[in-house]
């Protein structure tokens, strides 16, 4: 033990003279001008050290503010991203709903047209909730029942022309027979030729209109109205135009294909006649066709 305290008081000894002469040469070497030489030469082998240090911190510290910057950065474009989609849902919303008013719009200015037509406002105006289509039904639900005074056998239209009537109704909804529906009759006119028949739906295809009397040629692209008769429906509703006659002279009556101008693939609003005067005056019936002007026998002479 007492070895080891006096091997330990001489190296304490050392390291004083050590220190003690570092610094008297120190103060020579300050004194005689030359520390500078000294402290330049340390610069010289430390600062590549020193440099590359700095250098390193320099690049650590960028690279934690483009991380920060990234990060922020990130978040930015995510936020952005879940604006963009709200606007993106936002427009689509805002164009359905100028559809939709566009639609109404259309279908207020057929019910001025009729002003005989009892519509019970908006209530009348019903959105097609359901539909099936088959080869022995053809039927849309709306979101009208008794509750609003919807009754079996009304007639449906819309702006385009005839969709059906009333075929079942419950306290909030109501199925509709569409005029394609094979089961579906309709007594109709031939807006130019004045002939009358009777419009069938047929399975898979458009209408036929039969039991047009023979003898007057039926044209193509003939308009074809509701004649009124029998009053289940109100005269003068577009039913369709004739695209295809069928005519033989051995037979008693004649045959009209009619596509209707109700477009069923897009059906989205239709309105419940309650109420109509079935003796209304309307101008597609009432008004007989022009007659050719013959000529003169004065025009015939010159």
Do not use: C
């Not at 993106?88 to 279908?107: A, F, T």
């Not at 097609?128 to 007639?155: E, S």
């Not at 094979?182 to 419009?199: D, H, K």
């Amino acid at each position: 033990m007492r070895e080891q305290r006096g091997w330990s008081g001489g190296n304490l000894a050392v390291k004083f003279t050590i220190l003690a002469l570092t610094a008297i040469l120190l103060l020579a070497l300050q004194q005689t001008g030359r520390l500078g030489t000294l402290e330049g030469l340390v610069t010289l082998v430390t600062a590549p050290g020193q440099s590359g240090l700095s250098s390193l911190t320099d690049r650590l510290s960028n690279s934690l503010t483009n991380l920060r910057n990234y990060r922020n950065l990130q978040q930015r474009v995510t936020e952005l991203e879940l604006i963009t989609q709200g606007l993106i849902v936002e427009n689509l919303r805002l164009k359905e709903v100028e559809r939709e008013n566009q639609r109404l719009r259309e279908l207020l200015a057929f019910a001025e047209t009729r002003p005989a037509f009892e519509l019970r406002g908006g209530q009348i105006i019903a959105r097609v909730i359901g539909k099936n289509a088959t080869n022995f039904l053809d039927v849309a639900m709306i979101d009208l029942g008794t509750r609003h005074g919807i009754l079996v056998g009304m007639p449906v239209v819309n702006d385009q022309g005839l969709v059906g009537r009333i075929y079942t109704v419950t306290a909030t909804t109501a199925k509709v027979l569409l005029i394609t529906d094979p089961s579906s009759t309709v007594n109709t006119i031939l807006q130019a030729s004045r002939l009358t028949g009777i419009v069938n739906g047929a399975p898979g295809s458009d209408p036929v209109m039969g039991f047009i009397p023979q003898g007057t040629e039926v044209g193509i692209g003939e308009v074809v109205l509701t004649s009124g008769m029998g009053g289940n429906f109100p005269k003068g509703i577009t039913v369709g135009q004739v695209v295809e006659v069928r005519q033989k002279d051995v037979d008693v009556f004649q045959e009209a294909v009619v596509r209707p101008t109700v477009n069923f693939g897009r059906l989205e609003f239709v309105m419940v006649v309650t109420n109509f005067d079935r003796f209304e005056s309307v101008p597609l019936l009432d008004t007989p066709p022009a007659q050719p002007v013959e000529p003169s026998d004065e025009t015939s002479e010159e």
